[in-house]
């Protein structure tokens, strides 16, 4: 026992257990309860589960023999012979990528996430250290977490901030090479913030966070990196501040000299004002030629083709907040507040750093195919004289990491079927197309399995629900086991368009209660806590399924995150994505589904728009676009009931063999795993980076770097 404290103590200090479920359940199974209650936290449960309690599980369910096989895979995962990252980027060991994003979505109990951004960093991470892939992520530590969606009687949002415990994390002060630890300062206006800097390890990766709960800083200082978006737009330039240009004095501070600096969306656009600063002040540079080699070493993706997903500081805050960084990179103020805007002499408008990212960056892109066609078109003002297909935008479409997403049954399978080892070749077709070699009955129980997990937890969770609202127990409990279930699960904003459906009441009624083939609808999603349009379209839906006619068909569930997430991925039949088309700019919930065998259902937007091929999922409409939006919602609405009465809901139930299993369903099944899963992965996703945006950026600007 005294051994085996300090060994599971060691197994959650890196969060490769995040994507290891066979350590998640050696937590789970010392308190089953207690785990659930402490988010999953493996560190949480370690502190509070009571001595004899550990002492009796650990001899009833084989911990120790457990914790010896995971400690012994964590060693052998963190000294491997080698990797593809050590045969392709190996030219980048000694000078990794930086990656800046604002937000981190590893697991729950980490709340430095709000949406599907943090979750693709986190997924990026990810899959950078499964290939051995030398990168850094760069963040901010928000110390007091996120919040959580809770409806009150009125159905209405509410956003509650969830008690957390910081020192229920592994993190550890970063050092330098002194084995000092580590602080970085940002001059604000007239102030100066302070830092620490800490670490939190992703298998091979180093996550390095700022934490603003220092002494130096005044408690307005400290509230900077309270909360993730939370605050006014003074806030918000503060906190972008405090990552670009404290993120890139930590690297420094670190010893880390990174080859490429990679923006994962505009948030973090300042850390390039701070590497064009440094070259100037301590290598006496000239202010344009750093700026240029600066451009040179970033890459920047952009993430959204709504025009309100971009920041835009209000002139006067931003030369505020300009004005020291024009110093250090001895330009004239007006000169730097020209680089973040379309039109640098439009004195008076406003700075984005989006604009900012795009200038200084010579490779930047979009997330899908189609959104880079968007993007070159939103941003081609930029570049006067360029045509819109010569707008320096390309693509490189997400992807999802594989472990963090599937189930441990759906790996089971895919471990029989297409060997063993298939994790190491994800992004082969050849691995894919084995999925054809499973018997149809194999692949739809294995399903079944997990449909049944999924629809005890959403029971339970709508249960929980309503009994704290006062709302009367559904009698029966609502969801049929046996009918296609269907799940929506996003942020809540018009584009997405979540009420859809909604738009005719009894023909919904009459889909969804068939007497022969009925549907469930799973609705979950939250609003940003400032948006309360976001949140009318959560009342709006939640308010029509109290409804007696929807109440045993529709359900939503309250407050959508990682662990809501996993559990409808896993679980569901067939996941819905109907926005306008072309604001979703590549979506990827969708791709989480498609790996646990269930099949997407959507416009043909985002990574949609270049994956569907007819048979491997079903797509909602032709993808043209009709300019007026009324018009376009209604052929939408018309397109996906369509598609659900006279395709969806006929394979699901129809041509079903002796032992009840859909054929021409499952064959699709197979169809989408076999033609999507190699493609829309994490593993493909890092590959495509390192191959076409990191190691171009590297060698192209190691030749006017100075040695290291
Ligand atoms: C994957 C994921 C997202 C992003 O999915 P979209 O399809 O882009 O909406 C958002 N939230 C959670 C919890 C996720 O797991």
Redesign the pocket.
């Known amino acids: 026992m005294d051994k085996l404290i300090p060994k599971l103590h060691k197994l959650t200090q890196n969060l490769w257990w995040t994507w290891k479920p066979e350590v998640r359940t050696i937590f789970r199974d010392l308190d089953l309860e207690l785990y659930h209650k402490a988010h999953q936290n493996p560190m949480s449960v370690l502190k509070q589960i009571q001595p004899e309690q550990l002492e009796q599980r650990a001899a009833d369910v084989d911990i120790p023999a457990r914790v010896d096989r995971a400690l012994r895979q964590l060693k052998e995962y963190l000294t491997p012979v080698t990797t593809w990252g050590l045969t392709h980027a190996g030219a980048m060991r000694s000078r990794p990528i930086a990656y800046f994003c604002m937000e981190f ?1 590893i697991h729950e109990s980490l709340p430095i996430y709000s ?2 951004l943090g ?2 960093a986190g997924d990026h991470l990810k899959a950078a250290s499964d290939l051995g892939v030398p990168l850094v992520g760069v963040g901010l530590l928000y110390h007091e977490g996120y919040t959580s969606q809770v409806l009150n009687t009125d159905l209405w949002q509410q956003d509650v901030v969830e008690p957390f415990d910081i020192a229920d994390l592994p993190l550890v002060p970063a050092v330098d090479h002194y084995g000092q630890p580590v602080q970085v300062s940002v001059e604000l206006p007239g102030r100066i913030a302070h830092a620490a800097v800490l670490e939190v390890q992703v298998g091979r990766i180093r996550l390095i966070l700022l934490d603003t709960r220092v002494k130096q800083n005044d408690p307005k200082d400290v509230a900077l990196a309270a909360r993730l978006y939370g605050g006014d737009q003074r806030m918000r330039i503060e906190q972008e501040l405090l990552l670009g240009v404290g993120g890139a004095r930590a690297l420094r501070a670190l010893g880390i000299n990174a080859s490429v600096f990679h923006l994962n969306e505009g948030h973090s656009a300042f850390a390039l004002l701070e590497r064009a600063r440094h070259r100037i002040q301590a290598d006496e540079m000239d202010p344009h030629l750093a700026l240029q080699e600066v451009a040179a070493a970033t890459v920047f993706t952009t993430h959204t083709p709504v025009e309100a997903g971009h920041d835009r500081f209000p002139a006067d805050l931003a030369a505020e907040h300009l004005r020291s960084l024009a110093e250090g990179l001895k330009l004239p103020l007006e000169e730097v507040m020209g680089l973040g805007r379309v039109n640098p002499h439009d004195h008076g408008s406003a700075f984005m750093p989006t604009v900012l990212a795009l200038k200084l960056s010579r490779r930047a892109n979009a997330v899908s195919a189609l959104h880079g066609v968007v993007s070159r078109k939103m941003w081609n003002h930029l570049y006067p004289g360029l045509r819109e297909e010569a707008v320096p935008i390309g693509h490189v479409t997400n992807g ?1 990491h594989l472990p963090t997403w599937l189930a441990t049954e759906m790996n089971h399978l895919y471990e029989s079927h297409l060997g063993v080892a298939y994790q190491g070749s994800l992004t082969r077709p050849d691995t894919w197309s084995k999925i054809e070699g499973v018997s149809s009955a194999e692949l739809w129980e294995t399903k079944q399995v997990l449909k049944a997990r999924t629809l005890r937890f959403i029971r339970k969770s709508c249960a929980d629900t309503r009994e704290r609202l006062g709302l009367p127990e559904i009698d029966p409990a609502p969801l049929d086991p046996d009918a296609l279930t269907i799940g929506f ?3 809540f904003v018009p584009y997405k368009r979540p009420d859809l459906l909604f738009t005719d009441l009894d023909r919904l009624d009459r889909l969804v209660n068939h007497p022969d083939r009925p549907v469930n609808l799973v609705f979950s999603g939250r609003a940003h806590p400032a948006d309360n349009t976001g949140k009318a379209l959560i009342q709006k839906v939640a308010r029509l399924l109290e409804d007696p006619r929807f109440r045993h068909r529709i359900v939503f569930i309250e407050n ?3 662990r ?3 559990l409808l ?1 896993q679980g569901i039949d067939a996941w819905l ?1 109907n926005p306008q088309r072309p604001l ?1 700019a ?5 791709m ?1 589904v498609v790996l646990n065998g269930g099949l997407h259902i959507s416009i043909r937007d985002g990574w949609w728009a270049e994956a569907y091929d007819g048979q491997n999922g079903f797509a909602i409409g032709t993808g043209e676009t009709h300019a007026n939006q009324a018009i376009q919602d209604q052929r939408d609405a018309e397109d996906l009931f369509r598609l659900l009465e006279e395709e969806v809901v006929p394979m699901y139930y129809e041509n079903r063999n002796s032992v009840g299993v859909p054929r021409c369903w499952v064959e699709r099944i197979k169809q989408s795993i076999r033609t999507l899963a190699w493609r829309f992965n994490a593993d493909r996703m890092v590959k495509d980076y390192v191959d076409h945006l990191y190691l171009p950026a590297a060698i192209g600007s190691s030749c006017q770097m100075p040695p290291p």
């Not at 590549?586 to 969708?590: H, I, P, Q, V």
Request: aromatic content about 8%; some cysteine; glycine content about 24%.
């Open positions: 979505g949406g599907g979750i693709l999802v699960a996003r942020r959508y995150n990682i809501v997430g996993r991925y994505n979703e590549c979506g990827t919930s969708g989480k």
